[in-house]
């Protein structure tokens, strides 16, 4: 009888150890481990420095420094969104004058250049009010300036520390794409066509010397690259994909950010179903001009294609939203059947934006 006594004292005594030390100390390293943690950069746009904070997905940003002849004042919030691998969509606050209201719109960037530049289209109605802070008419463009600092909130305090934040992990597997997709991009000096091609970038026609009012090769450069591009798009329509892509690629030695002959190209893989390929090239012309219509329905296509269908929903909305493309063309896209039964697909047929 005593053995069992003393059993039963020594298990509720273990049993309130356990239960004691579960409640005193684990609640405090759940807290360190549940907290997001937040990474604060400084952008430049043309609103003025604006600093923006990653907590996990959500994005906000305020204006820290207006920009000479800007009427939002220092602390106003321009910037409340959400990233989605290297796509960013939300709300963007703009100064506006001639009238009484916040004036804010809708917009997708896409988070480009290795985390350096956020590029892309807004639609914003602009009724009675004179806008400041768009890039161009349907566009932003904002570029990260100053090092990156990151905050880590723990039981103990803040702890701060320099940061490199890490690019989305769509934007690391692009990097692990095979050389010769990225090349094309960046430099030909490497590829098995550079005499050839490096021939273009001489004057192709004899002439004077370039004065005002006489021959200047550079021209006739020019008149090349809109040569190859019309080159491309007619083998483009041919279904001859290779060849198209040589134009292209011809095009871009002249103009090496040409959303034209990037957005081609992407083209040209999409057809391959190398669909990876693909996005590299229409970003890049998206990073190159943010208000070349075609490439973010072509995104929004790719997207639904791989069934990333949030992301698809993102580009496709503001191609629409902005006059890229129309219902019609969306609902009979055979691109664009893996969205067919998804309910913001459905709401944007029906004009629901």
């Not at 239960?19 to 481990?33: K, Y």
């Not at 420095?49 to 939002?72: A, Q």
């Not at 190859?228 to 002249?254: N, P, S, T």
């Not at 950010?257 to 081609?264: E, R």
């Amino acid at each position: 009888m005593k053995e069992t006594w003393l059993f039963t004292v020594l298990l509720a005594a273990l049993t309130s150890f356990v239960f004691i030390g579960f409640f005193c100390h684990c609640p405090s390293n759940l807290h360190a481990q549940t907290q997001p943690e937040v990474t604060v950069e400084s952008w430049e746009s043309l609103l003025g420095k604006v600093e923006i904070s990653f907590s996990s997905r959500n994005v906000v940003g305020k204006l820290v420094h207006p920009n000479p002849g800007i009427n939002l004042k220092k602390g106003t919030r321009v910037l409340e969104g959400v990233l989605l691998e290297d796509c960013l969509s939300g709300k963007f606050r703009l100064d506006a004058t001639g009238c009484k209201r916040e004036v804010w719109g809708f917009g997708v960037l896409l988070l480009g250049d290795g985390g350096t530049v956020l590029s892309g289209s807004i639609h914003v109605d602009t009724k009675g009010c004179k806008i400041q802070g768009l890039t161009g008419p349907k566009s932003l463009y904002w570029t990260r300036v100053l090092p990156v600092v990151s905050s880590t909130k723990t039981s103990s305090g803040i702890v701060s520390k320099q940061n490199k934040r890490n690019v989305s992990a769509e934007t690391k597997s692009s990097k692990k794409k095979p050389v010769t997709h990225k090349k094309a991009l960046e430099t030909v000096e490497n590829s098995s066509e550079t005499e050839a091609k490096h021939k273009h970038r001489l004057p192709v026609l004899s002439g004077p010397k370039a004065e005002p009012g006489t021959y200047d090769p550079r021209k006739a450069l020019g008149a090349k690259a809109r040569l190859m591009k019309m080159e491309g798009e007619a083998l483009l329509d041919a279904g001859r994909f290779e060849k198209a892509r040589k134009k292209f690629e011809f095009a871009l030695i002249e103009s090496p950010c040409d959303p034209f002959a990037l957005n081609g190209i992407g083209v040209t893989y999409v057809r391959r179903n190398m669909y990876d390929e693909a996005l590299i090239y229409y970003k890049k012309a998206l990073t190159c001009d943010p208000e070349y219509m075609d490439v973010y329905y072509n995104i929004g296509c790719v997207y639904a294609i791989q069934n990333k269908l949030p992301l698809a929903i993102r580009y496709l909305k503001i191609s629409l939203m902005n006059g890229f493309t129309n219902m019609t063309i969306m609902s009979d896209d055979p691109d664009l059947v893996s969205l067919h039964a998804n309910p913001d697909f459905q709401a944007l047929l029906r004009g629901e934006f």
